[in-house]
């Protein structure tokens, strides 16, 4: 038994030594004359066996694959966007059930505890439904808007809170949540929906995919979307396409901080604006704004004047109190989000960097999309 | 092994960098691997694709153990794709050797190079198919997937001495099969 064991541990280290370290056999063999005999067919099987196998993938099919590849996972980044899309509108029956547990659970204090939970913490999900169900009982327009924004504010915090503790996973949930929110939101205060494309903001896209890139159009490039690391897609066999190792050291995340290298054409401005505004120079004092829509900031997007109360009827006025409180909100918001967003960016590692970077453009946009729909309003109403 | 963990992880946040590494260290070694196991190269190019396919479509839900690579989800997953594939091939009429060698292209530039090379894979598939199933499994994870004992001995779930007494054995059944032609 014994010589069994040893014998196959010879021979395995004989393999180790001809098949990773390039040994002849017969080197081997000196090693080990006394079984010389024994050890040297089965080597040369094995040798025989390793050679057989020296086989590669077409390169013409390498290219292809790739490109498949990348096709497949981009529409898997589409799916999972939608994923997180179709949270807000569910069936029916989903909130109805969710507010039934969270009655019976809210009994036991759960709900109560659950309300300051993280989302790595345990009644985090309990959190979540209790906000849907907040969602479906509120039953103004301007009442679910006002809440969403509190419910981004609550999104930003736990997101700095998940980038400080190292969680990037829940991090970027936590991203995707609070753009899913902010679209929302924009979509019930009336915002135009053409420019919600800004929720897939770009993210790098390698240098030499771009002479094969589409035109720049307002919506950005597929590989721009999500950032896809693969070859370019041209299937032809003959053309010759850079190693992707290189072209992914090219697309590393970190690049999105920069323009997008578009090989000669203007990148698509829409995009470039959006990511790299800088925070609007509200002051500092921006979060401590009283709810009074007189006192907000020149520089944020300042609601218009509440009429006085004698030029309104009661019902009206309540309507218009509710306008400016939000305006104020979402303008709080609007500084502080996308700030407090591009602190955590600069703690994070550069894998963690595509996520927040589309919160911060999703923030910057449909903030200011909010804001314009409620000034719209306001103009309406005057 | 910390590298490692740091790239699953990335890669399970849908890092581009991490997918590249991934898929750039182990698709050939996956491809001969499936090659070894169904012997036809054409087949096992669109497998291998699948099974990267499958597994970046799951990596979400892979959890990193420390000790036991990557790779070894990926060949168990690789393993699954085989297993339905001969499956479904014994079902299917099956095609005459040298009409399936001929539609085989590999794309060499030396044809008879090609029609033999394809030959020594068919025969040595072939034989492969004559191992019992753990055999047919250490041969393919340390001479086609070029894992070591420790890591293959991962894959399988068994011991270091295990995997390398069943090397011992496959290599002895593998020579006199490929001897009997």
Known sequence: ?382 | MQDEESLVRRAKEHDQTALTQIYEENFDKIYRYIVLKIGDRTEAEDMTQQVFLSAFKAISSFKYKKGTPLSSWLYRIAHNQIVDYLRKKSKRPTVPLEESLASDSSGSSDPRLEVEQNLAIEQLASATRHLTKAQQEVISLRFAGELSVAQAAKVMGKSEGAVKALQHSAIVSLRKLLAAG
């Open chain 1, 1 to 382: 038994m014994n010589r069994e064991k040893e014998f196959d541990n010879i021979l395995d280290e004989c393999l180790e030594r001809i098949l990773a370290r390039g040994e002849t056999v017969e080197q081997c063999l000196a090693r080990y004359p006394e079984l010389a005999a024994e050890l040297e067919p089965l080597l040369q099987t094995a040798l025989s066996t390793k050679e057989t196998l020296a086989i590669k993938p077409r390169p013409e099919f390498r290219e292809r694959a790739r490109y498949q590849l990348r096709s497949a996972l981009q529409e898997m980044e589409e799916k999972r966007q939608r994923r997180f899309a179709f949270f807000n509108w569910q069936p029916q029956w989903v909130t109805a059930v969710a507010a039934v547990l969270i009655l019976l659970l809210a009994s036991s204090g759960t709900v109560a505890a659950a309300g300051n939970s993280m989302p790595d913490g345990t009644l985090y999900p309990v959190k979540l439904a209790t906000e849907q169900v907040r969602l479906v009982l509120t039953p103004s327009t301007l009442g679910k808007a006002e809440l969403y924004a509190k419910l981004a504010d609550k999104r930003v915090t736990e997101i700095i809170k998940m980038a400080d503790k190292g969680k990037l996973e829940q991090m970027e949930r936590t991203t995707q949540r609070l753009n899913v929110q902010l679209v929302a939101m924009a979509s019930l205060v009336g915002a135009p929906e053409e420019d919600t494309a800004v929720l897939t903001a770009p993210a790098p896209s390698a240098a030499p995919q771009e002479a094969a890139a589409p035109p720049v159009t307002e919506e950005p490039p597929e590989e721009e979307k999500i950032g896809i690391f693969l070859a370019p897609a041209p299937p032809s066999a003959a053309k010759e396409v850079p190693a992707v190792a290189e072209e992914a050291q090219e697309a590393r995340p970190g690049a999105a901080l920069g323009p997008p290298p578009h090989a000669g054409k203007e990148p698509p401005k829409k995009k470039a604006e959006v990511q790299l505004a800088p925070v609007q120079p509200v002051p500092e004092e921006a979060p401590a704004i009283p709810l009074a829509p007189s006192v907000v900031p020149e520089e944020a997007p300042a609601p218009q004047p509440v009429p006085s109360e004698s030029a309104e009827p009661d019902i009206d006025k309540g309507k218009v109190d509710k306008r400016a409180e939000l305006m104020v909100l979402v303008a709080r918001n609007a500084v502080k989000h996308p700030e407090a967003l591009r602190e955590v960016l600069q703690k994070v590692p550069e894998s963690a960097r595509p996520s927040l970077l589309r919160a911060i453009a999703a923030s910057d946009a449909e903030y200011e999309k909010i804001l314009e729909a409620l000034r719209v309003r306001e103009r309406g109403k005057d």
